[in-house]
């Protein structure tokens, strides 16, 4: 069974870096799109960041520039590099995997989510 699990989140301060990964556990994920949704506590589940197959990415207005999303095909792993982390990143990041279709990430799939927490 396909899976994906997520790893990195913590407890961080305003201004900290923080790196996650997602391991998917099938090279089913390998020619499709993966990426980072994250949901904090009364909001709605959004969109951080993703990469398809070939490279290309897409990032939110409120990760461009302080984000990168990045990609190990040869492990199945993809990387969500957080630097300058602002109270309002705080939330629950999942990852995602799916096909990309005009440039979005298209979801089929989603991990359980790894929880980030930022003190200011």
């Known amino acids: 069974q396909a899976r994906l699990v997520e790893s990195g989140g913590g407890l961080v301060q305003a201004g900290d870096s923080l790196r996650l990964s997602c391991e998917a556990s099938?090279?089913?994920?390998?020619?499709?799109?993966m990426g980072w949704f994250r949901q904090g506590p009364g909001n709605e589940r959004s969109f951080v960041a993703a990469?398809?197959?070939?490279?290309?990415?897409r990032l939110s207005d409120s990760a461009e520039g302080r984000f990168t999303i990045s990609r190990d095909s040869s492990r199945n792993v993809v990387f969500l590099q957080m630097n300058n982390l602002k109270a309002e990143d705080a939330a629950t990041y999942y990852c995602?995997?799916?096909?990309?279709?005009?440039?979005?990430?298209?979801?089929?799939?989603w991990g359980k989510g790894t929880l980030v927490t930022v003190s200011s």
């Open positions: 990469i398809n197959w070939s490279g290309a990415t």
């Open positions: 099938s090279r089913t994920f390998t020619s499709y799109a």
């Open positions: 995602a995997a799916g096909p990309w279709r005009l440039s979005l990430l298209v979801v089929n799939w």
